[in-house]
């Protein structure tokens, strides 16, 4: 199985950017976000194909963008104008297509956004 690994979560305060990384330990198809905050379940967040094609979740896609360097088997999720809602544990995950579910998770990243 593909492995995941997220990095770039943190602290940050309301209104600010953070940009997660995930990089696969080989090649992947396509990639996205998930996050969870306790108590509620996993929300997916988006997705990106091989080729640059982008599906996000109607609530962030004003403020998130997605990306994908294939070169480096990484993907980006670029967060601006962060609001204390966005707390939560961000993961990664990779799918056979746009149209499947997860097939691999990574460990997961800490985004807290403070007012």
């Known amino acids: 199985q593909v492995q995941l690994a997220e990095s770039g979560g943190g602290l940050v305060q309301a209104g600010g950017s953070l940009r997660l990384s995930c990089t696969a330990s080989g090649s992947a198809a396509v990639m996205g976000w998930y996050r969870q905050v306790p108590g509620k379940p996993r929300e997916w967040v988006a997705r990106?194909?091989?080729?640059?094609?982008?599906q996000m979740e109607d609530s962030v896609k004003v403020r998130f963008t997605v990306s994908r360097d294939n070169a480096k088997n990484t993907i980006y999720l670029q967060m601006k104008d962060l609001k204390p809602d966005d707390t939560a544990v961000y993961y990664c995950?990779?799918?056979?297509?746009?149209?499947?579910?997860?097939?691999?998770w990574g460990q997961g990243t800490q985004v807290t956004v403070s007012s």
């Open positions: 995950f990779e799918s056979a297509g746009m149209i499947y579910g997860p097939r691999a």
């Open positions: 990106i194909g091989v080729t640059g094609n982008v």
